[in-house]
């Protein structure tokens, strides 16, 4: 506006992931797909050079740049953190499977890295206009990885699917944004909060337009009833691109909410609250009784992963502090939960290739004990009983909803997770009751059991240990959040 | 020794831990010296256990209701923490815990040859986990501890059971679960109120009067499946079945007291109100599952469903004693508790001698023992009148001051308990007739040979405490008395005084 250069530290991380990621494009273009490998461990090593400088340069304080469009601040890093990590984590198990299935294309690493970046501004936008122009970026990657393995019908038609829906939400995101403009006048988060102040009560306009923006996040969460892209797309994708769907962009989708909602509409809470509840509570159900009926690994996590965005949108719910530090602490615990159960998923291999049935994990207790201990740890955290870490995030994000007076939510939220343990426990039985069915065939390479065995040690009861700095390290971030 | 006063508790808890890592590391090519090494260090472990809760034991002070071996380390945040203690309410549950799991452990010696070594660790992790919700002072903690044995002894069901194993441990599992989630609930909403976790600081907050019953009644949701009372009692008899015989002597002696144990640690004293309001519902329920489940358990055809009936008679019992509100009641509930984890445990191990022999539960199939395993009739004539409750053996003792203490409080209450009384002779003896007496005319239960010397070693001990129990039982009752008495004189000191006053000598000769 006023011709000079907006301040740049705060976006130092975002700058140096996008000049990386252009310069990783070049030297892709120019040595072909055969630099696959190299490309690949750049981007997890550019990722880390990201994560190091925002820790240590940007920090936590509150800064805000662009013109109030880009803000940094402790939820910011948090959330950045998590991101960082599924990100590096989703490109660290491809190598072996893309390989494998011919599409070890060096554009996968830079699309995840190109979508990361979306996801990036989307945790720090402060702005409608940088939501959903970092919503957009992300977007458009994802639809593309969706459908990387472009000779296989599944994969195809799961980008097109993701594309298509993706398209529809984005467009009531961008109506209920021009609605909420033009009834208020402002887009800017802090603006808007001080406009919507008033007396008198908000406008209807800026109601409905609040709902649809809702509705187009709710798509990018994958809440219910926006959540039917979900077991597709997750069926779909090849596996290591799923496990980055379910991960790294649920946590960014969130984070955006929460900023969105506390920040920009913090008058606005008995209209928001509802609507909040209704998606929870209707995700926490769906999630828990349609993955009853599922065979198929994939499409259960895709429910599972709905039901646990529910629980998440408990925390948010509440509309406190607490709320918000229970949530914070919920993603970090679902995440390494998440990517743990993904990458097990990936050793699920035969001679003639990926098995995804949950019929495939058979007698696996018999056959390779440790994987088995894994994936009954991720089971047992994802179900939320106690002595494995994610009963902590269920602990925390139900002390929330009590504490603000949600009772009811919270025993329907217990109740369907009574529900839900139901199928986690299935595949334990499968496990370790069943007679097997043959082994599978190992070679899954050193980045599969890594992550595997590093996700089961943090979900193990070892997260006694652990859980108390990540819940000073939410607070400390959801403290930020100008309360 | 100042190491060992301080940590004793958390020692306990960590040395099956420790066991449990040892087991992970044992290696031989020899598939059968691996196995035995397994249980000899299992046995080892467990039994160096039980030697510490004897320490435990010798230690405690019988003169003070004060929580005693205690200790606190913060954890989360400001108010959760890592706090254990035990009083005369909780130590000799944990003495039973330690005691039973050498017995199980030598008991599965021979019956158990398939992944020994994950039954073993899932067994001592199971005991850390049981010693944790005895001695945990913290809500958090015991919720970590009271749910997380879930998952051990789902496994022991699932993977070691019987023919219908997988429905059992699921509806073990699952009933369980539910029950707990709504306690989590009213653990939650405690916490909010009160702003702290510790049970001690807890049990003398008044909550609301409104507000205790709906926090009664989820913590009553977690405890009667738990027990199990009648009519959420249909677990118990599939899980008992199906589990192996160490899991179900488990369950039996040592899980099913943590409901009882729930009552007497949360209910009475956090919600005392709430508690004298809803006793009629508890005896109701109380009385229906003595007579309901011993009519249930004269027509079983399986032993082991016959026991696992019983029990939940015998549970009926403990329910009555607790919410009588006086002492008798209440330490005849603790002794019947012990009691019971002695003697259910007992004839469990009794049913998994003759199940290793001829490989069936159907009393049909056996008759006529005392011919050929005189060794075995003896001993399961014993633990049968125990859990009659004849004078002499551990279950008289209870059960009479359970009774004794429903007299004071309601003469209709002791005569329909008492019918359970009667009823259990029945049954029992009716059992023995067709197991023990009769004609030995099957070709393979004449072939069936009596206790080898491993199998009189795990009898041994309980055939001494259940007569040690039944013929001095001021050794377990002493350390009640300080803390049962400050229970009811803190919480529920004006309504018990009309019970108390007519009984001034107790059975116990004190």
Aim: aromatic share 12%.
């Amino acid at each position: 506006m006023n011709g000079e250069l907006p301040n740049l530290l705060p976006a130092l991380p975002e700058l140096i992931l996008a000049i990386g990621a252009m310069v990783l494009l070049m030297f892709g273009v120019f040595r072909g797909n055969s630099s696959f490998k190299q490309v690949s461990n750049l981007s997890i090593l550019l990722l880390l050079v990201c994560a190091v400088v925002m820790i240590i340069e940007v920090g936590g304080d509150r800064q805000v740049t662009f013109n109030g469009m880009f803000v940094t601040d402790a939820f910011a890093v948090f959330a950045k953190t998590l991101v960082y990590l599924g990100s590096a984590v989703a490109i660290l198990l491809s190598g072996r499977f893309l390989s494998e299935h011919g599409i070890a294309k060096f554009e996968y690493p830079l699309l995840v890295l190109f979508a990361t970046l979306g996801m990036l501004i989307m945790v720090s936008a402060n702005n409608l206009m940088s939501l959903y122009v970092g919503l957009e970026l992300q977007s458009l990657s994802l639809y593309v990885l969706a459908a990387m393995n472009r000779d296989r019908l599944r994969s195809t038609e799961a980008g097109l699917k993701y594309f298509v829906l993706g398209a529809l939400s984005s467009g009531m995101l961008l109506y209920g944004i021009s609605l909420i403009y033009g009834f208020s006048g402002a887009m800017e988060f802090d603006v808007l909060a001080t406009s919507l102040a008033g007396d008198e009560g908000p406008a209807i306009g800026v109601v409905v337009g609040l709902v649809f923006l809702l509705s187009g996040l709710a798509f990018k969460v994958s809440a219910v009833p926006f959540h039917m892209w979900t077991p597709d797309v997750y069926e779909g994708s090849p596996t290591p691109v799923t496990a980055f769907f379910a991960a790294a962009p649920k946590v960014a989708a969130m984070a955006l909410l929460v900023r969105a909602l506390i920040n920009g509409f913090p008058g606005m809470l008995a209209e928001w609250q509802q609507i909040i509840i209704f998606i929870s509570i209707a995700s926490m159900l769906v999630g828990a009784f349609v993955a009853l009926v599922q065979t198929n690994i994939k499409r259960l996590m895709a429910y599972s992963s709905i039901g646990h965005i529910g629980y998440a949108l408990v925390g948010l719910a509440a509309g406190t502090q607490a709320g918000i530090e229970a949530l914070l602490i919920y993603l970090a615990i679902y995440l390494t939960m998440t990517l743990g159960a993904f990458a097990a998923i990936l050793s699920m291999r035969r001679s003639d290739g990926m098995v995804e049935n949950i019929e495939d994990l058979a007698g696996l207790s018999t056959t390779n004990l440790p994987m088995a201990v894994a994936i009954a740890i991720f089971m047992f955290s994802l179900a939320g009983i106690p002595l494995l870490a994610g009963f902590f995030g269920k602990w925390f994000i139900f002390l929330a909803a009590v504490e603000a007076g949600l009772v009811p939510l919270a025993v329907i939220g217990f109740l369907s997770s009574v529900v839900a343990c139901y199928y986690y426990l299935r595949i334990i039985k499968v496990m370790f009751f069943d007679e097997s069915s043959g082994a599978f065939e190992g070679g899954h390479g050193q980045a599969v059991s890594f992550v595997v065995g590093t996700a089961a040690v943090l979900n193990s009861p070892i997260s006694f240990l652990l859980i108390s700095p990540l819940v000073g390290a939410a607070a400390w971030a959801a403290g930020s959040l100008l309360f | 020794m100042f190491f060992l006063e301080n940590n004793l508790l958390s020692l306990m808890m960590i040395m099956p831990v420790i066991g449990a890592a040892i087991l992970l590391i044992i290696r031989h090519k020899d598939q059968e010296i691996e196995k035995r090494n397994i249980r000899q260090v299992s046995l080892f472990i467990t039994f160096v256990t039980f030697l510490m809760s004897l320490v435990l034991w010798a230690g405690f002070d019988n003169g003070t209701a004060e929580f005693q071996f205690v200790e606190q380390h913060s954890w989360i945040g400001e108010d959760i923490s890592y706090y254990i203690g035990v009083d005369g309410i909780s130590m000799l549950f944990v003495v039973l815990t330690a005691f039973l799991m050498p017995i199980v452990i030598l008991a599965s010696w021979d019956s158990v040859q398939d992944r020994v070594r994950e039954y073993m660790i899932a067994f001592l992790i199971l005991e850390t986990l049981m010693i944790g919700v005895f001695t945990a002072l913290d809500i958090f903690l015991f919720y970590i501890f009271f749910e997380g044995g879930l998952i051990p002894m789902y496994l022991l069901i699932g993977v070691w059971g019987g023919m219908n194993r997988i429905y059992a441990s699921f509806k073990f599992f699952l009933y369980t679960l539910l029950g707990s989630v709504l306690m989590l609930v009213a653990v939650l909403y405690m916490y909010l109120q009160s702003g702290t976790t510790e049970i001690p600081l807890l049990m003398n907050y008044n909550f609301d009067v409104d507000v205790q019953n709906w926090l009664w009644l989820a913590f009553f949701a977690s405890f009667a499946v738990k027990m199990p009372m009648w009519p959420v009692h249909t677990w118990l008899p599939d899980a008992h079945v199906q589990a192996p015989t160490g899991g179900s002597v488990i369950l039996a002696g040592v899980l099913l007291k943590m409901g009882g144990y729930g009552f007497l640690r949360f209910s009475l004293p956090m919600l005392p109100e709430a508690t004298i309001e809803f006793s009629w519902l508890v005896f109701a329920l109380s009385i229906i599952a003595i007579i309901y489940t011993s009519l249930v358990a004269l027509v079983q055809e399986d032993i082991k469903k016959l026991i696992a009936y019983s029990s939940v008679a015998h549970m009926g019992f403990v329910t009555i004693g607790i919410f009588l509100l006086n002492e008798n009641g209440v330490e005849g509930a603790i002794f019947t508790m012990l009691s019971h984890g002695v003697v259910s445990g007992a004839l469990f191990l009794c049913v998994g001698v003759i199940y290793d022999r001829l490989h069936t539960r159907e009393i049909g199939r056996y008759g006529g023992l005392a011919i050929n395993m005189k060794i075995y009739a003896v001993l399961f004539v014993l633990f049968s009148m125990a859990s009659v409750g004849l004078p002499g053996t551990s279950g008289f003792v209870g059960e009479f001051l359970v009774l004794n203490g429903s007299f004071a409080y309601n003469s209709w209450i002791a005569f329909l308990a008492a019918t359970g009384v009667v009823l259990g002779a029945a049954y029992m003896l009716y059992l023995v007739r067709r197991l023990i007496f009769g004609d030995l005319d099957k070709d393979d239960v004449k072939a069936m040979p009596d206790l080898s010397l491993r199998e009189k070693l795990v009898f041994a001990p309980l055939v001494i405490v259940v007569l040690w129990m039944g013929i001095y039982p001021n050794s377990f009752l002493e350390p009640m008395h300080a803390s049962v008495n400050a229970l009811l004189e803190t919480h529920f000191s004006t309504d018990t005084s009309h019970a108390a006053a007519d009984i001034i000598v107790s059975p116990a000769g004190r």
